[in-house]
């Protein structure tokens, strides 16, 4: 049997351990001892804020990194909380055309986290609900439409269009009004701050909180929603394995929207899912997806058709 690298021979174990106990001491105090004048060097002023839980496998950033990607946020004015205050009474008067036109006017100032949550909220009731809102038009169905039809005309999902006007089922008839909505959605994932915008035209319509690539592995690039899957399966890449929706391994949640870039194809198996693991979102916790809470990806789904834009940035 092949000797231990490290061990003494025998009639000089005694001598030799008590020398080797004497280095390492020292080599730990010189260890500590520059360690404290890095970190000190590394930190002029202490920072006493305590660094978010980072995910399982993934070491917490530098406190000089993290400062540095950590959006600062805007203070509150007497005449911002003012309009917050009036928007959030337009709210519950029932009044939400009134309160999507205040919130729209502070968000495109400045971006108060508050107002942008109400604005997303206030939009996605203004978009399902039987109401006329900018976007929103009639259409007259003609003989030979079908749904599918109808939001391929209009770059829409048939979920919207059947919440939109309260159907049940697909069926239409000829002659009969439909609302339809003519908007241009596209999505923006910023990586530093997890978080995903979904834009109508240049403006935030509502925004989410996701989980992006461990590392940054989620690449920033422009991509498009090339297929949308209903409880996805998922292939395991370990041993490609295909592990059912509802398996506990199956990562993907209630909903799979496959990305795919034109500039980048080598960039394959990326997109945006669900997640029962909800503590990952918030958090650079995924192998390289967009991942978010089954209801808000269920959400996302509704509304955005294939062929929408989804721009990744740092």
């Given amino acids: ?35 404290y004048l890095y970190y000190k060097s590394d930190n002029p002023k202490e920072d006493t804020s305590k660094a978010a839980s980072a995910p399982d496998s993934l070491a917490p950033a530098p406190a000089s990194m993290a400062l540095a990607t950590m959006p600062a946020v805007p203070t509150y004015t007497p005449e ?28 495109a100032t400045t ?12 939009n996605i009731k203004l978009l399902k609900a039987p109401l006329m809102m900018p976007g929103k038009e009639y259409y007259v169905i003609q003989p030979g439409d079908y749904l599918q039809k109808i939001a391929r005309k209009y770059n829409t999902t048939i979920p919207l269009l ?23 959605f596209s999505i923006r994932v910023s990586k530093h701050r997890n978080e995903l915008d979904l834009l109508l035209g240049n403006q935030v319509f509502k925004r989410y909180s996701v989980g992006t690539g461990k590392f940054g592995k989620t690449p920033a690039v422009e991509f498009t929603i090339i297929d949308k899957i209903i409880e996805p399966p998922w292939t395991r890449p370990s041993d ?23 500039d980048h194809p080598e960039l394959t198996g990326f997109g945006i899912h669900g997640t029962w693991e909800r503590d990952s ?26 062929k929408t834009s989804v721009t990744i940035t740092e």
Avoid: H
């Fill in 1 to 35: 049997m092949a000797k231990p690298i490290y061990a003494g021979s025998y009639n000089n174990r005694g001598r030799g351990r008590g020398k080797m106990i004497f280095t390492i001491i020292v080599l730990l105090q010189l260890l500590g001892v520059g360690a």
């Fill in 80 to 107: 911002s909380q003012s309009l917050i205050a009036d928007a959030r009474a337009a709210i519950d008067a029932g009044q939400l055309t009134d309160a999507q036109a205040t919130l729209n006017k502070i968000v």
């Fill in 111 to 122: 971006p108060y986290p508050e107002a942008i949550e109400l604005l997303g909220s206030v």
């Fill in 162 to 184: 059947k919440t939109m006007n309260g159907l049940e089922s697909d069926t239409i008839r000829s002659g009969s009004r439909l609302l339809v909505f003519n908007g241009n």
């Fill in 240 to 262: 490609n394995r295909q592990i059912e929706y509802g398996d506990p391994e199956n990562v993907l949640g209630s909903r799979w929207m496959a990305i795919k870039s034109n």
């Fill in 281 to 306: 979102i918030g958090q650079q916790s995924s192998a390289g997806c967009i991942r978010m809470l089954n209801e808000d990806v269920e959400e996302l789904f509704d509304l955005v058709p294939r």
